[in-house]
């Protein structure tokens, strides 16, 4: 069984920082590309950032120059570094993983979605 473990979520004044983890467990082969996702109230699930394993990444607009992403291939962690937060960034963030895990005799592809962590940014 292939598990993504979030922390780090909470309640932070506009303006504020936070960090959040996500840790890879289970049988893995390799781990392509990691990434984070969010939710707010009432909307879809949108991309917030992605991260190859060679280290690429790629940014939504609306968080560009304000979160990191970045990884340790050896923790199989992804983190999120979110700086000057809006009441916007509001969200259940979640984790995702692009997998290449073992199954018996063979290999497969297998993409894994956190249990998702709650971000609030309010005064």
């Known amino acids: 069984q292939v598990q993504l473990v979030e922390s780090g979520g909470g309640l932070v004044q506009p303006g504020g920082s936070l960090r959040l983890s996500c840790a890879a467990s289970g049988s893995i082969f390799k781990i392509n590309a990691m990434g984070w996702y969010r939710q707010a109230p009432g909307k879809q699930r949108e991309l917030v950032t992605t991260?190859?394993?060679?280290?690429?990444?790629n940014y939504a607009d609306s968080v560009k120059g304000r979160f990191t992403i970045s990884r340790d291939n050896a923790k199989r962690t992804v983190y999120l570094q979110m700086n000057s937060l809006k009441p916007e960034d509001t969200a259940v963030y979640y984790c995702n993983a692009e997998t290449i895990v073992e199954a018996g005799t063979h290999y497969r592809y297998l993409e894994v979605w956190g249990q998702g962590t709650l971000v609030t940014v309010s005064s």
């Open positions: 991260i190859t394993s060679g280290g690429s990444t």
